[in-house]
């Protein structure tokens, strides 16, 4: 947190990240340098300064410093809200996903953080993502079949019973 001697404004730093719809690595070339110019046109609009801003292929790193009055939830959601809003309209790929970002997001507050700890710590607090397809079906068996089963247990030896004598004897 930064204090200003002139008319005591504070400024807090915010760190956000968060993630293209189902993981996805759509977040290149193109589409990176016009989702900077629009989080970059958003905070001239609103009242946040940019610090530092990364855009990997499947995440979004967003630093930014903002009055306390500002609430970090108005922030991101602005953010989110128009830059899915310009992107999807200006890239017909973007509309093959049913939103551009998640819901989820990250955001802690601090001067000092590193980047790739506050990525770090947003990967681990995602869920574990379902593997894609139909799920395998379960198969349940009759009575019969179970009483099948248990018979072939019984008949097999067991270890006990079934030991060698060591070579010699």
Known sequence: MEQHNNSSAWH???????RPMRAKACLTEEIARRLKALIEEKAHEQAFHTVTLVIL??????????????APHS???QVKAYTSRVLRDEFPELTRIPSLWTRAYLVMAGDQLDPDEVIRRFEASEPERRPR???RKVRFCSTQEMQDLQDAVDRQPDEAETETPPPGE
């Open 75 to 77: 922030i991101i959601c």
């Open 133 to 135: 397809g139909r799920p």
């Open 57 to 70: 292929p499947d995440r979004v790193y967003l630093a930014a410093e903002a009055p306390p009055t500002v």
């Open 12 to 18: 807090i730093t915010y760190h956000f990240v968060w």
